[in-house]
């Protein structure tokens, strides 16, 4: 069974920072491309940042360049999201996913075909 589980949300103070976990089972992970994304309220789920396997292509969304940095350890499984300088937009649901072989971009949901099932974080301002 494919499994996604983020962990690490919660409640901050707008400039505060948070550190995002996701844990994947060895098949899901081992050679994978992982992403994140994030839904708030009423909006379509947004592309946040990616990484290849070995970590030599990452993407960021232009909204969080500069203020999430991410990573993973694939000894252990999992893929990280660094996020400092929290702002209020910055509040959703946060999603890890991995990015599908066959995918033709790297920012769009559709190109990626397990998800976890989100972790909340709220930024109050």
């Known amino acids: 069974q494919v499994q996604l589980v983020e962990s690490g949300g919660g409640l901050v103070q707008a400039g505060g920072s948070l550190k995002l976990s996701c844990a994947a089972s060895?098949?899901?992970?081992?050679?994978?491309?992982m992403g994140w994304f994030r839904q708030a309220p009423g909006t379509e789920r947004e592309f946040v940042a990616a990484?290849?396997?070995?970590?030599?292509?990452?993407y960021y969304a232009d909204s969080v360049k500069g203020r999430f940095t991410i990573s993973r350890d694939n000894a252990k499984n999992t893929v990280y999201l660094q996020m400092n300088g929290l702002k209020a937009d910055d509040t959703a649901v946060y999603y890890c996913?991995?990015?599908?072989?066959?995918?033709?971009?790297?920012?769009?949901?559709?190109?990626?075909?397990?998800w976890g099932r989100g972790t909340q974080v709220t930024v109050s301002s």
């Open positions: 990484m290849s396997w070995g970590g030599t292509i990452i």
């Open positions: 996913a991995r990015r599908a072989a066959s995918g033709a971009s790297w920012r769009g949901p559709r190109d990626y075909d397990y």
């Open positions: 060895g098949r899901t992970f081992t050679g994978a491309a």
